[in-house]
């Protein structure tokens, strides 16, 4: 039976139909682990919200914008600092976050006053900054607010400011993919097409889903500068809000990020007429057939193979450094969703690593076509996984390393079992030739680092339940 009810799962049944070990012969067509519906009741979900998605991972990273978050400070507070997405502006969007800090007495008598006040004041406060991100959450969604109305006044009275505004609130949808949604349509819909861009060369594309994590926009830049391509906006990544009132211009989507910016290349093809492309920017051969793909588009098919011989020479040999040493290493990777799918073939054919679980927070029908697709006979698919489960993975595989967050990270670890942080990265960029060898070296410190087999002396763990779950005898 390829769909698996897990032992912790006996009283959530339903959950069987979220977790799918691939046999030999099958595809898709025949069995697609249910995904992007409510989670079931009882199970602890790894999932963020609709709020989160929105701020958190695409309007967060925009380099010159107060982020103005409409809600109790919790809201604020819990999205900052979690990401690391530096930019050439002193990374200013990383070091402040603003909150209309509502409270229970607003619950009441409503928050836009105290929405207006904050505006202001942040505004004030910061006079060369003159463009905003308002967010509503669940408490100011849920009493009736209209931050609407609320900017446009402001932008009437100041002026000079531009302020946009994503109604995000954390219940709507299922999961932070909403959020993606919500902010997607909606800055296409009010702000792409406001502003024309200073256009520089024949070659004009959006990069569409990098996020600039730890410096990935850069490498991407790099690249495409020395291919004589402009970018008009990295949606979103080391970018101004004004890029991306631009983004109407380019000749080109070049997408990365499917799942939480496929909406406004698609949105961007039916009002526009730009096509849209779909790549992989992690994974050393991977970027190979992406700038082999962009180059094609637009006739500059030397410019990328130049590009691609110089980076080669660099890095083809450090990567074979690694490849060496972690061929045969298995592994898991439990992120958001589109990681699986970009990562799972490129491990395997850059590295001969073997991923034997994979589990997707958010991801729709279509990246668990993609990842089942381009994954392994005998892996286990798992949608919305919740920790009991993680933990009845872990005894039934061997994994050398997993790539997940800190939370779960952290949790594994007390199994001695390395992580490697697969949202923010330990030490990137992860993307590009120079990232798919930071990749490499960051997986082989943790698996060959010899804290573990230390860790393995320590008295106290052979005691602790945790050890005897991890099923390893020290
Ligand atoms: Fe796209 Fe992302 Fe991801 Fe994502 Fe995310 Fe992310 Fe992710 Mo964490 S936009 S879907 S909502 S690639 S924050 S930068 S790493 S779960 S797989």
């Known amino acids: 039976m390829p769909l698996k009810l897990f032992c912790c799962d006996e009283c959530i049944p339903e959950r069987q139909n ?34 989160c998605g929105a701020k958190l991972v695409i309007g967060g990273v ?47 008598f409503g928050a836009e006053k105290q929405l207006k006040k904050a505006i202001k004041e942040a505004f004030k406060e910061f006079p060369e900054i003159k463009r905003m991100f308002v967010y509503t959450t669940c408490t100011t969604a849920l009493i009736g607010d209209n931050p609407k ?57 959006n990069v569409i889903g990098d996020y600039n994590i730890q410096g990935d926009t850069y490498v991407l ?37 499917a ?22 920017t992690w994974g050393f051969e991977y970027v190979k057939v992406a ?7 637009f006739g500059l098919e030397d410019k990328a193979e130049e590009v691609i011989s110089e980076e080669v020479a660099k890095y083809e040999g450090k990567l074979a450094w690694y490849k060496e040493r972690l061929k045969g290493k298995q592994i898991c990777i439990w992120t958001g969703g589109p990681r699986l799918w970009h990562w799972t073939k490129a ?9 034997v679980a994979m589990s997707s927070k958010f ?48 949790l594994v670890k007390k199994l001695h079992i390395p992580y490697i942080n697969g949202h923010a990265y330990h030490n990137g960029p992860y993307m590009g030739f120079e990232g798919a060898v930071n990749m490499a070296r960051d997986m082989y410190n943790a698996i060959y680092s010899p804290m573990w087999s230390l860790a393995g002396k320590d008295p106290r763990v052979v005691d602790s339940p945790m050890w005897s779950l991890a099923g390893k005898d020290p």
């Open 221 to 257: 830049q790099k690249y495409l500068d020395k291919m004589g391509i402009q970018v008009i906006a990295h949606f979103t990544g080391n970018v101004t809000y004004d890029q991306l009132r631009c983004m109407h211009r380019a000749k080109l989507n070049v997408v990365n990020c």
């Open 291 to 297: 700038l082999r793909k962009i180059g094609a588009f």
């Open 62 to 108: 925009i380099k010159d914008c107060i982020q103005m978050i409409h809600g109790p400070v919790g809201c604020a507070y819990d999205t900052w600092h979690t990401k690391r997405y530096p930019s050439d502006n002193d990374n200013f969007q990383l070091k402040y976050i603003w909150s209309s800090d509502t409270k229970e007495k607003h619950i009441i």
């Open 149 to 205: 109305a609320v900017c446009r006044e402001i932008e009437e009275e100041l002026g000079d400011v531009d302020i946009f505004v994503v109604e995000c609130p954390g219940f709507a949808g299922v999961s932070q993919s909403k959020g993606h949604h919500e902010l997607n349509i909606g800055w296409m819909r009010d702000k792409v097409g406001t502003l024309e861009p200073e256009i520089t060369s024949k070659y004009t594309i």
């Open 347 to 355: 491990l395997e054919d850059d590295l001969g690593m073997e991923v």
């Open 363 to 410: 991801g729709h029908q279509e990246d668990f076509e993609k990842v089942i697709a381009r994954g392994r006979v005998g892996t286990i698919y798992i949608d919305d996984g919740n920790e009991l489960e993680f933990f009845e993975v872990l005894e039934s595989i061997h994994t050398d390393l997993i790539l997940t967050g800190p939370r779960v990270g952290d």
């Open 259 to 280: 799942r939480s910016a496929g909406y406004i290349a698609n949105e961007l093809k039916r009002v526009y007429d730009i096509p849209r492309m779909d790549v992989d």
């Open 18 to 51: 979220h977790v799918y070990v691939k046999e030999e012969g099958e595809d898709t067509t025949q069995f697609l682990p249910l995904s992007n519906i409510e989670t079931i009741p009882g199970s602890l979900s790894e999932r963020g919200c609709s709020y």
